[in-house]
């Protein structure tokens, strides 16, 4: 009994040992131990068979892994795209005295007066009315199509809720589609634009402008699930144009009806 | 005899030191941005992380993606790199979770392609004689189609400490966990490694 119980505790200790055998791995003592235990032992024997097969094999894979078919140099293309070259001896803490001295020089000499709209940054803009381009007057414009040019009129975030428009001329877009997301879009009160235009609440859908490039993350997620900062109290969106947002809306479980239109004001 | 001995010993620390400090030397220009020390971590690493991703996901294009990516993401995440482990072991960690991710996408265990892991693919080896290496090639399928059959973690263990013949304490930086846990998980992964061969091979549990 005694030695049964002996052999058990033998065979596991082996058992660990077994496999570094074939790899070469084990000292004169350990592998004289086991060569002399799994002459005796069956058990361990077949596990030291499948250990040398297995560790043929193991190499056997390193030898059939094909060549990679793609190397450094896109790693590297990728790399000096995203971040320009350094020097090898230029430290982040160059980078960051270099970045904190630029923006102060940059702060100093930014004039006072009213920014350019493209120097706004984007986090601002991120909730967009739209008014369609118009001639002049007041009169109630025609419903958006798709490929229709229209102008924005951005709001700010100042944060109080307030929506205020800086009433400022700022590129057209190119309206890609129209549409709300059924069941999706909040119901929001009628409000005033600047231009003296009530919005319904619809889900509009905007071709990519460079400048709002980072208004909208996620055009799939935008469409799907209308997350809270994406979407303005009107219920309008911006989505990027870009070729994930032409997936999303061809997606048939997004269910977009192709009806929007603008209201006069009183 | 003992002063060449000793000699010797201390070549080989020496050598090991010297290693050592070329790695933490190495790593630390990464972390400084120094895309030269980049493309020789790149250089050391990119077999080693190509064959384990081609080991667990048994697709050239999709471990070929991997690799890429596993790379890429390193060199852009390079300031959360925590020096306590080495960097190869950083780089398998970020290779094994976009491998699970990748077999996730799948959506279904890799499938055995044994046209992939094709013994065509072998270039002739030592062993000219054509019926033994025909034999022997049948048997590394055998074996590797049997390690592929296994579940991700045991696979993953496997590539690491058998085809990388990483040790224990590597192993357990990967993913993160105690000593004991990688000896037992290995030890549970091996057995089932055994059983499925010797189910494959038509012979039952031996």
Known sequence: MLARIRNEWECRRIAKLVWDLPKGQLTGTDAQRVKSHVAACHGCREELRFAERAALAAEALGTRTPPSARGWEEIRGALDSAHPRTDSGRTRLGWALSAAAACTLAIALWPRGERSPAARPLEQERMAILAPVRSSGRETPPNIVAGQTVKRAVRSNSGDGSHGSHGQEHPPLRVARTGRLRGEAPAAPRRKTDESMTVRPPVVLISRSSELSAAVDEPSTLVAGTPPDAISSDGIVLVAGSAPAAEALSDPSVSVETSFSYEAGP | ?206
């Open chain 2, 1 to 206: 005899m003992g002063d060449r001995r000793k000699d010797g010993v201390n070549a080989v620390a020496r050598k090991m030191s010297s290693l050592g400090v070329h790695e933490d030397r190495l790593e630390a220009r990464c972390r400084a941005g120094d895309l030269e020390a980049f493309e020789e971590v790149y250089t050391r690493w990119e077999r080693p992380i190509l064959r384990y991703a081609y080991g667990m996901l048994n697709c050239a294009d999709d471990a070929d993606d991997v690799k890429q990516e596993t790379f890429l993401k390193a060199f852009r995440c390079i300031h959360s790199f925590d020096s306590r482990c080495a960097i190869h072991t950083w780089l398998f960690r970020i290779c094994a979770n976009l491998c699970k991710d990748r077999l996730k996408q799948r959506g279904r265990r890799p499938q055995v392609s044994l046209e992939q892991v094709s013994s065509a693919a072998i270039p002739p080896g030592p062993d000219t004689d054509p019926l033994r290496r025909i034999l022997a090639d049948a048997e590394h399928d055998l074996v590797l189609r049997a390690l592929q059959d296994l579940p991700t973690g045991h696979r993953e263990l496997l590539l690491l400490r058998e085809v990388q013949g990483m040790s224990y304490d590597e192993i357990k930086d990967v993913f993160g966990c105690s000593l004991a846990s990688v000896k037992l998980r290995l030890f549970r992964a091996r057995q089932q490694w055994r059983r499925r061969y010797h189910q494959l091979n038509g012979e039952g549990e031996a």
